[in-house]
T-cell receptor, first 113, second 115 residues
Framework: AQSVAQPEDQVNVAEGNPLTVKCTYS??????LFWYVQYPNRGLQFLLK??????LVKGSYGFEAEFNKSQTSFHLKKPSALVSDSALYFC???????????FGSGTKLNVKP | EAGVAQSPRYKIIEKRQSVAFWCNPI?????LYWYQQILGQGPKLLIQ????????DSQLPKDRFSAERLKGVDSTLKIQPAKLEDSAVYLC?????????????FGPGTRLTVL
């Protein structure tokens, strides 16, 4: 079955420290992987996506994500967290064969000053 | 480039009433999606349109939910009658194409509260 897992409901990090938000997936064929961020009372904003090629993908606001095929993971990272990064982060995968989109349950990122 | 527009932003109704949400996708985007996001969960796809045709409505509760995209541009999602468990944020998204790695762009959502 196709699925996306975000194992952490919440991640706490101090401002200036590196952050990682984890995501693993299960999907048929080669996946297209996405990260979105959601601020309170806002829709989802696209951060970055992996299609093919370089396993390290760079996106908006200094975020990057690393695709690991053997571990079926697509973790979101940022070298130095900002308080303004505090939000809800969603990992999503598009199934190659059926073109369906699956979202994880979300991870709340708290960056403390 | 204008984003995905949705209205209203908030709606409060009583159970058994009906409600409708409107979405205008990004210009030129052929594919339109409606999602339901219950508090604390990720978005769940309700229905997907390709132009004015339905591609996937497998998770749409068809006894009470309906959606249309008559001219292949804007879309309306209706709930009739509403239940308490329909309280959620309803998100509309659009993408250029249905297949491939096209990014979905989301509107701000409509927060529905059913009392």
């Amino acid at each position: 079955a196709q699925s996306v897992a975000q194992p952490e409901d919440q991640v706490n990090v101090a401002e200036g420290n590196p952050l990682t938000v984890k995501c693993t997936y299960s999907v048929s064929g080669n996946p297209y992987l996405f990260w979105y961020v959601q601020y309170p009372n806002r829709g989802l904003q696209f951060l970055l996506k992996y299609i093919t090629g370089d396993n390290l993908v760079k996106g908006s606001y200094g975020f990057e994500a690393e695709f690991n095929k053997s571990q079926t993971s697509f973790h979101l990272k940022k070298p130095s967290a900002l308080v303004s990064d505090s939000a809800l982060y969603f990992c999503a995968v598009r199934d190659f064969y059926f073109n369906k989109f699956y979202f994880g349950s979300g991870t709340k990122l708290n960056v403390k000053p | 480039e204008a984003g995905v527009a949705q209205s209203p932003r908030y709606k409060i109704i009583e159970k058994r009433q009906s409600v409708a949400f409107w979405c205008n996708p990004i210009s030129g985007h052929a594919t339109l999606y409606w999602y339901q996001q219950i508090l604390g969960q990720g978005p769940k796809l309700l229905i997907q349109f390709q132009n004015n045709g339905v591609v996937d409505d497998s998770q749409l509760p068809k006894d009470r939910f309906s959606a249309e995209r008559l001219k292949g541009v804007d879309s309306t999602l209706k709930i009739q009658p509403a239940k308490l468990e329909d309280s959620a944020v309803y998100l509309c998204a659009s993408s250029l194409r249905r297949q491939g790695p096209d990014t979905q762009y989301f509107g701000p959502g409509t927060r529905l509260t059913v009392l």
